[in-house]
């Protein structure tokens, strides 16, 4: 049963920023050493996660800041707007690391030390399969949008790591054996492969972070659970408006009233209602006179 303790979002993030800085300098170390191509990717990964994973801290530092002069609303938009750029931060990584790898691939293949490179794999994998799940069962708690986007990262590094484990060791089985010249291709291979599997990652990181900067609808199933939890206090789907941004989930709610009393105590149960939602509501009712509603000619 996985345990360890989890701290806050923030900690959350600066955590994995920690162990990305370790693995950006340690695989750019080792794949130098090695001369392994796909280490070096493992590292400039890690180093880009790094940046990345400073980048979410300042986004929830930003998106918690109360509104201002100049930010009349907050800045909300700045988590959608960070995993956007951490999309499309990671799809160039991929596309760099892609023809690098092509490019070996076409001129005789990258000769590697695949004993020296098969251990460091090895403690890749562990060490970021144990770094994933932490931030899995972080994410369980806290619903952050943040941390669930470094969730990806991770999962992504740790498929990494594996399938780089899984080609040097093949590579080192045959080296000793009359097929030892294919070992060449392995080291270029893997990242080729690696790259063009990952790119599906970065580009659905992207296209959510622009859909909640335009502030589009949520999922059908968040939008049901909201109708159904507003059907209690006798609001309508038609009455509402909403828009996931990041860790938040921005309602407006029109409701006609005849009579000033009418309005009292409605947003504090509609806060209510909202109290143990996934994500922190940001309502706010909208009161018309019934007198006022249109009437069609």
């Not at 989890?6 to 900690?11: D, L």
């Not at 750019?28 to 050493?33: D, K, L, Q, S």
């Not at 509609?270 to 706010?284: I, S, T, Y």
């Amino acid at each position: 049963m996985f345990s360890l303790k989890v701290g806050s979002e923030r900690s959350t993030l600066i955590f994995s920023a920690g162990v990305s800085g370790f693995f950006a300098v340690a695989g750019i170390g080792w794949g130098v050493w090695t001369g392994s191509m796909a280490i070096l990717f493992d590292g400039a990964y890690s180093f880009v996660s790094l940046a990345l994973s400073l980048l979410s801290v300042q986004a929830l530092r930003w998106a918690e800041s109360p509104a201002n002069n100049h930010f009349n609303f907050g800045r909300i938009l700045a988590e959608p707007l960070a995993i956007a750029i951490k999309g499309l931060v990671i799809l160039l990584v991929c596309l760099i690391s892609l023809f690098s790898a092509l490019n070996a691939l076409m001129t005789g293949g990258r000769e590697v030390m695949a004993d020296m490179a098969l251990g460091f794999a090895l403690f890749s994998v562990i060490s970021c399969v144990l770094t994933w799940r932490y931030l899995q069962h972080s994410n369980r708690i806290h619903q952050s949008a943040l941390v669930e986007a470094e969730t990806r990262q991770w999962c992504m590094d740790s498929l990494l790591s594996g399938a780089v484990f899984m080609g040097f060791l093949i590579a080192w089985g045959v080296s000793g054996t009359g097929y030892a010249h294919w070992a060449l291709y392995a080291d270029p291979l893997l990242v080729v492969l690696a790259s063009v599997y990952f790119m599906a990652v970065p580009v659905r990181m992207t296209l959510q972070g622009v859909r909640e900067i335009m502030m589009i609808s949520p999922e059908p199933e968040m939008r049901k659970r909201v109708y159904r939890a507003l059907s209690e206090l006798g609001i309508h789907a038609s009455q509402c408006k909403m828009a996931k941004v990041g860790s938040y989930l921005i309602l407006e709610v029109t409701v006609a009233v005849e009579r000033v009393e009418e309005m009292d105590g409605l947003q504090h149960q509609v806060d209510l209602l909202f109290r143990n939602f996934p994500l922190e509501v940001k309502a706010q009712i909208l009161f018309y006179p019934k007198w006022a509603v249109s009437v069609k000619v």
